[in-house]
């Protein structure tokens, strides 16, 4: 009898060993797939506008690589600098869950020093849609290193319309005809650089063959980005129309458009069939809002056409004035009963219903520095980028590199004080929901984006923002995106879950603006130090800064 109790015992042992095996198997066998990228950004010489020019290559290509990823795919990419100057990659759009440490901006990431190389490696968790990756020091941005990144559904999601029979993706963007070193320079020296002189689509301005093809009778993705830094832009093709089934990660409601307004940093997705005779048709990106109208055009061709190009007064007008486009913003709609990166449909969330716990007024002005220089400030802050970056003088305690909360939830008066250069950090309560007004007093175009975040875009209007306006926000179907256009002498409002813990930016997409402060670092902290809040910091994060030499603190379990 013992010896068969020893060896039920025993036995016993065995089953639960091969349990927790099978288990670890199944664990292991059901890790997300990866993605490998090796990357070399470097200088090359391209001709944009037909005059030869210094641009940012990314493995020699301008535009960068497309990333093709799926929903929950890990992402590695080995980036090697071959600039001379520092370097840093972001993900416009790629919310980095409990992962601010792959951000890529200058207040998470020291940089990646000329000749070194960084492997970021980061998790598109939970998201589907179109993005890009930009390069965030200085006014790089303005000379390449951009491309497209793309996060597809999985197969067993379903998508509210059928598969297209391609998916193509067009990066649109204004364009300078100078160095961004010369860029930089210029607004250092408190000068501007004035307005952009061309537009491009997929790097060049004008296409004389095809960019595209499509066979008639078919239907066909497009995805669209503003990759520019400084003016909106209208997309449209020649002879077609332009059903919108997708913006910033969100399926929209499917409506049909002649063209698109895409305002700095914004994508999209719209479907477009091949409805016409087989032939060359236009796709035209033109400016917004500038006092000349800046055009780029491209070529998409028909499988069996003769190649003839198409007329020039075929070219597709542009519509005229903000109002235009304010409306069209008021036509965007969630789509309440799509899945998107889960099978719960996107309306299943209902924003509109959780009470408000934060009310944070942001307003953006023109200052002069006290060194009489051009500034930009958000609530009398112009933002400094540190020697430390933020989230790891956060990290590490390091002292004296920023101070919390400088600027309050309500703009000051008009030139009530002079404007403050310092790193500009808010901090926000993690889980609580807050809404954010976003002030345009001034009588150009701001565009702004939020880093780690979706927010929904319940409204925005003519005028000064007053509790009186809540009447008039969308709380149903507002779309879920990470970009905001604000008008000249409007406001626009927003309102999200603060649920990500890290250090995320809140910028100007007006690059030079960007560039001289309007921006800031909203610190959402992990008060339990809990791996469910936050990864640790990564064992290959590169330290600079006061942060050099420092213990590392105690890693989060």
């Known amino acids: 009898m013992i010896k068969k109790k020893g060896r039920r015992r025993m036995w016993n042992s065995v089953v639960v060993l091969l349990i927790a095996a099978a288990a670890l198997f199944l664990a292991v066998g059901a890790e997300d797939p990866y993605l490998f990228f090796t990357w070399k950004v470097s200088y090359g010489t391209a001709a944009p506008l037909g005059v030869p020019q210094r641009v940012i290559l990314v493995d020699g290509q301008f535009p960068g690589p497309n990333i093709n990823s799926t929903t929950n795919n890990n992402i590695v990419i080995n980036v090697f600098n071959e600039l001379d100057e520092p370097f840093l990659f972001s993900w416009n759009g790629i919310q980095q869950r409990k992962n601010s440490w792959q951000d890529g901006v200058a207040g998470t990431n020291c940089p990646i020093a000329p000749g070194k190389n960084f492997t970021y490696h980061f998790q598109v968790k939970d998201q589907i849609g179109s993005f890009y990756y930009f390069p965030s ?4 941005k303005a000379v390449g290193g951009f491309g497209g990144l793309r ?16 998916d193509f993706t067009f990066l649109i963007n204004d364009w300078y005809a100078k160095d961004h070193k010369s860029l930089a320079n210029a607004l250092d020296g408190g000068r501007g650089i004035g307005v952009p002189v061309g ?21 066909y993705r497009y995805r669209v980005c503003n990759t520019g830094t400084k003016a909106s832009l209208n997309f449209r093709i020649q002879g077609h129309v332009l059903k919108l089934v997708e913006m910033e990660g969100s399926h929209t409601v499917q409506n049909d458009y002649a063209s698109l307004d895409l305002h700095l940093g914004q994508c999209l997705s719209v479907l477009v069939e091949a409805d016409q005779a087989p032939a060359d048709y236009y796709v035209v990106a033109s400016s917004r809002f500038l006092k000349k109208e800046l055009t780029a055009t491209a070529i998409v061709r028909y499988a069996g056409s003769n190649g003839a190009p198409p007329a020039p007064e075929a070219l597709p007008k542009a519509p005229v004035g903000w109002a235009w486009s304010l409306n069209q913003w008021r036509s965007f709609r969630w789509n309440l009963t799509a899945s998107a990166a889960r099978p719960n449909p996107q309306g299943s969330y209902h924003y509109g219903s959780i009470d408000i716990a934060r009310t944070i007024r942001l307003s953006s002005s023109r200052a002069a520095a006290a060194t009489s220089k051009k500034r930009f ?23 004296g590199v920023f101070k919390y909360n400088l600027i309050g939830d309500v703009p000051p008066p008009p030139a009530s004080s002079p404007t ?25 175009m701001q565009a702004y984006h939020l880093d780690g975040y979706a927010f929904f875009l319940v409204g925005m209007g003519p005028g000064k923002w007053s509790e009186a306006s809540r009447k008039h926000y969308n709380l149903m179907d507002a779309v879920s995106k990470h970009s905001v256009q604000v008008f000249p002498g409007s406001w626009s409002a927003i309102m999200a879950s603060f649920d990500n813990v890290g250090m995320w930016n809140l910028r100007s997409e007006v690059w030079e603006r960007r560039y001289l402060g309007q921006q800031l670092y909203i610190s959402i902290g992990n008060l339990e130090e809990s791996l469910r809040d936050e990864y640790n910091v990564p064992e290959n994060a590169i330290i600079c800064g006061g942060a050099v030499g420092r213990l590392l603190p105690a890693l989060y379990t």
């Open 137 to 140: 020091l200085g006014m790089q």
């Open 151 to 166: 996060v597809n559904s999985r197969l067993l999601i379903p998508v509210p319309f059928d598969p297209p029979a391609d």
């Open 199 to 219: 537009v491009l689509i997929n790097g060049k301005n004008r296409g004389d063959s095809p960019l595209f093809t499509m066979e008639a009778g078919k239907v």
């Open 377 to 399: 400030a958000l609530n009398g802050v112009s933002h400094v980028d540190s020697a430390t970056p933020l989230k790891l003088a956060e990290y590490f305690s390091v002292d």
């Open 420 to 444: 403050t250069l310092a790193p500009n950090v808010i901090k926000i309560e993690h889980r609580s929901f807050v809404e954010i007004i976003l002030e345009n007093p001034e009588k150009s």
